[in-house]
């Protein structure tokens, strides 16, 4: 049987399923799998400050995508705009209430959730403090990190717009550029600190108490 | 030291990622704790009920108009690919090979790996790698989401395109395009990785599985 400790000394790329031996990186290094070149970890000593700042960074930018409208289109002199949650409603007023339920939790419930787990997450390990909790918001946020879209609700607004294009006047709002920020900031978290450097994080701080 | 017949049993836990020692239908993840089997009987069929669904929701997602356009009264609606095909025949080809791409080629593409390795995992043949398998998992893990575009555009126009003499509405092949896609999600979640390459070894003997602790 093999130990713990001799586990956590391994890790399994996530493209190509080989089995790599993790090294001691010197700060700013990276590793790369063999087989595929996927990245597969990387050595940052200030990571969890980072994560911590970029994190409140982007709850800021997420207040400000909500909030205000995205964008904006003049037709023949009427005006309209669009929000997150406009789109949700209107959606669930035409009846559509699976689409509204689904498009509400992957843009809208989902980014909430993952950034407050994130600068909960980032806080209590740079304390060092209720292990118990850090665990179960990795858990959870794991099961969370898949249903998060908003950088395909991004993109989807630049294709609905081109479509626009000709019809109606187009000028863009706030959140528009606020999530994009957002977006940007979250896609540096995600592959910066994937699931298994947060648990190493974890397993690092949190190694002088003991298991349960 | 860790000797290599070992080294075959290691698994990632889908969760957290970390290392496991795979020890048959009982193994729970010894971080997360996440049970890394869940279905000792019912191997990936959790997968092939969802995959199923999905495509089931994808055929009226084809057939029934996914956009009407209310315009001065008159009224156009218009399917996916009737859709693509406009805009095509519009000049906007990057938009319309978006869309192509997100709402036909991605889920079919997701449909027909999913399916083979599926078939596969049950009747084993060696015609390809397990890494080439395993990256065409990653693969369909990756490009899935990205097949919501389509309905996000149109809940963005549908709220958007409200004024009096033009009017853009979701059609019904919304919802089921938006059950397709979460189907789907949810088989790539479920699928076991692991039996891409675990059926070398037969069904995962009990023996195993009743010497663990």
Redesign the interface.
Known sequence: ??K?S???A???C??????HKVEQLKHGEIATCS??NTVLYSCDQDIIKKGLALSIASLIFLFLTNLFP??Q?D??G?E???TIT??????SH?G?W??AL??AS??FVSPIIIISLYITLFMLIYLKRNKDAA?KM??LL??IL??H?SD??L???L??L???IG??QINMGVAFFSLLVFVIINLYITRAM???TL?FQY?KNFKDEKDD | MIKMDDVSNLIRCPLCEAVNYDRGMQTRCRRCHSSLYAYKYFKNEKTIAFLITAIIAYIPANIYPMMITKNFGHETSSTIIGGVILLWEHGSYPISLIIFFASIFVPIVKFVILLYLFINARYPKEEMSNSTKKSMFYLAEIIGPWSMIDVFVVAILASLIHLQSIQIIAGDAATAFALSVFFTLLAAQSFDISSIEKHKRGIRDESRDSNTK
Request: with cysteine; proline share 3%.
């Open positions: 049987m093999i713990d001799e586990l956590d391994l890790i399994i996530k493209k190509c399923h080989k089995l087989l595929c995205l964008v289109v037709f023949l009427s309209q705009y669009v406009k789109t949700i409603i209107t959606l035409e559509f699976f689409v689904m498009v992957l843009i665990r990795l858990i794991g099961y898949p249903w879209m395909i609700f993109i989807s607004i294709v609905a081109v479509k626009l019809f109606v994937p699931m298994h648990w397993q």
